[in-house]
């Protein structure tokens, strides 16, 4: 049973085009994230969000948007998708707290064309 | 800025030996450290965490050793498997701002030889 799940797994796409990613996880965390994998292998992060209430936002291009229907789900919008945005996306929960163990999805690979 | 470098790139070591990984932190706020390992196509997967106030933990055949006056921590994994070939990321957080950030090295990785 997969515990935190994102799609798709792969997102190939044209620059200019606007693209969303999902992200669900079944763990009861109240806590959710965002990280950007560069070429570099850094990784970096860009949002996260408490009990569907943004916490951590930082310096990330307003192109990306993230929503948190329910503290289960958090989603990135991305608009006017750049060359530069080519990297792995890595959605993560963890429960509430610093210094939680956050478990990650498997990664969405944007590639944009 | 970086403020978590995990310096060697890559490491080889034979089957059933110690393989150690190092990594420095240069904030002294930090207060919560963790060993991430990852496979190819495959999320980070949480290893093991030390907090500041230890200066070791152990599971099984991972121990973490903090050095806080260095700045420094590492991973020993006793003995090495092949299944242990992976890239191992080192993070560290302020647990006092309660916001979960981790802050990741580049990760180092891990190749061991049967």
């Known amino acids: 049973d997969t515990a935190v799940s994102q799609t798709p797994k792969y997102l190939v796409t044209q620059m200019g085009n606007d693209k969303s990613i999902k992200c669900e996880q079944n763990?009861?965390?109240?806590?959710m994230y965002w990280y950007k994998q560069d070429s570099k292998k850094f990784l970096k992060i860009m949002f996260s969000?408490?009990?569907?209430?943004?916490?951590i936002n930082e310096t990330v291009p307003n192109r990306f948007s993230p929503k948190s229907p329910d503290k289960a789900h958090l989603n990135l919008h991305i608009n006017s998708l750049e060359l530069g945005d080519s990297a792995v996306y890595f959605c993560?929960?963890?429960?509430?707290?610093?210094?939680?163990?956050?478990?990650f999805g498997d990664g969405t690979r944007l590639s944009i064309l | 800025d970086q403020q978590v470098k995990q310096n060697s790139p890559s490491l080889s070591v034979q089957e059933g030996r110690i393989s150690i990984l190092n990594c420095d932190y240069t904030?002294?706020?930090?207060?919560?450290f963790l060993w991430y390992k990852k496979y190819p196509a495959e999320g980070p997967t949480f290893l093991i965490s030390?907090?500041?106030?230890?200066d070791k933990n152990e599971d099984g055949r991972f121990t973490v050793f903090l050095n806080k006056s260095a700045k420094h921590l590492s991973l020993h994994i006793v003995p090495s498997q092949p299944g242990d070939s992976a890239v191992y990321f080192c993070?560290?957080?302020?647990?006092?701002?309660?916001?979960?950030?981790?802050?990741f090295g580049q990760g180092t990785t891990l190749q061991v030889k049967p």
């Open positions: 993560a929960s963890s429960p509430t707290g610093g210094g939680q163990p956050q478990h």
């Open positions: 763990l009861g965390h109240d806590t």
């Open positions: 969000y408490n009990n569907k209430e943004l916490i």
């Open positions: 904030n002294s706020m930090f207060d919560y």
């Open positions: 030390i907090s500041s106030i230890k």
């Open positions: 993070a560290a957080s302020r647990g006092s701002s309660n916001t979960g950030k981790l802050i």
